[in-house]
């Protein structure tokens, strides 16, 4: 893991500059957990892992921690995790309401009882909410945009002066070039007005997720995702 500040500088980061260019960012090293800001009400704190075998409940899981006791564990010197912190500042009422639906649908998976094991298969709404926590772009779009319609390549290349990063393992990235899975996914949003700030993208996103519209994102190869954007 290389830590290089001076890479926030570059275009992939330009939606996300107002961040970054908190002084926490640009230290010599990955700033400590405790260290990280409140934002919107949730704290970071380390995390405690589970000993496996151990019994819990849905409010004991990491949704459920964000959700119940706002509360998101987080990992020491880990980029994941510190760019996890960074889309909490970039997009705040998303982050808050992709949690809360997460966490609905692990309460539906999971039932109230204690239990020791997770199920083998996760609800499909989880796995949507996954894609855009972990791997996305957002694209803001008109208001009128079909949301049944998938996105083209066409459409994510002409749109692509657009595109706000979103998931913060597409950010890892888009960042260090080695993590993730090789694909990314892009996320329409349609937008009341014309405009791509982002706070208004994030109560779009919000909406969006706490009305069980979100739509599906177009899946591209993380190599078509660093050249929409030149890296």
Same mark, same amino acid.
């Given at each position: 893991?290389?830590?290089?500040?001076?890479?926030?500088?570059?275009?992939?980061?330009?939606?996300?500059?107002?961040v970054?260019?908190?002084?926490l960012?640009?230290?010599?090293?990955?700033?400590?957990?405790?260290t990280?800001?409140?934002?919107?009400?949730?704290?970071f704190e380390?995390?405690?892992?589970?000993?496996?075998?151990?019994?819990?409940?849905?409010s004991?899981?990491?949704?459920?921690q964000?959700?119940?006791?706002?509360?998101?564990?987080s990992?020491?010197?880990?980029l994941?995790d510190?760019?996890?912190?960074?889309?909490?500042?970039?997009?705040?009422k998303?982050?808050?309401a992709?949690?809360?639906?997460?966490?609905?649908?692990?309460?539906?998976?999971?039932?109230?009882?204690?239990?020791?094991?997770?199920?083998?298969?996760?609800?499909?709404?989880?796995?949507r =909410?996954?894609? =855009?926590?972990?791997a996305?772009?957002?694209?803001?779009v008109?208001?009128?945009?079909?949301?049944?319609?998938?996105?083209?390549?066409?459409?994510?290349?002409? =749109?692509?002066?657009?595109?706000?990063?979103?998931?913060?393992?597409?950010v890892?990235?888009?960042y260090?070039?080695?993590?993730g899975?090789?694909?990314?996914?892009?996320?329409p949003?349609?937008?009341?007005?014309?405009?791509?700030?982002?706070?208004a993208?994030?109560?779009a996103?919000?909406?969006?997720?706490?009305?069980?519209?979100?739509?599906?994102?177009?899946?591209?190869?993380?190599s078509?995702?660093?050249s929409?954007?030149?890296?």
């Amino acid at each position: 893991m290389n830590w290089e500040p001076l890479r926030f500088d570059g275009r992939p980061f330009a939606p996300l500059a107002d961040v970054l260019a908190d002084p926490l960012f640009r230290g010599p090293c990955l700033p400590p957990v405790a260290t990280w800001p409140t934002v919107a009400g949730v704290r970071f704190e380390k995390e405690v892992r589970r000993r496996r075998g151990e019994s819990f409940l849905p409010s004991d899981l990491y949704d459920g921690q964000i959700v119940t006791r706002a509360v998101v564990p987080s990992r020491e010197e880990n980029l994941h995790d510190l760019f996890n912190m960074v889309a909490w500042r970039a997009f705040p009422k998303a982050k808050a309401a992709l949690h809360r639906r997460q966490y609905a649908a692990l309460c539906e998976a999971l039932g109230d009882a204690p239990r020791t094991t997770l199920p083998n298969r996760r609800l499909p709404i989880q796995d949507r =909410l996954t894609l =855009l926590d972990e791997a996305s772009f957002v694209l803001p779009v008109s208001p009128t945009w079909d949301l049944s319609r998938p996105l083209t390549r066409e459409d994510v290349g002409d =749109l692509a002066p657009r595109l706000i990063p979103f998931g913060h393992g597409l950010v890892e990235f888009l960042y260090d070039g080695r993590a993730g899975d090789g694909r990314g996914f892009v996320v329409p949003v349609p937008m009341p007005t014309a405009t791509d700030d982002r706070g208004a993208v994030d109560e779009a996103i919000a909406e969006l997720v706490a009305s069980d519209r979100l739509p599906m994102g177009r899946r591209l190869g993380f190599s078509f995702c660093r050249s929409l954007i030149g890296v």
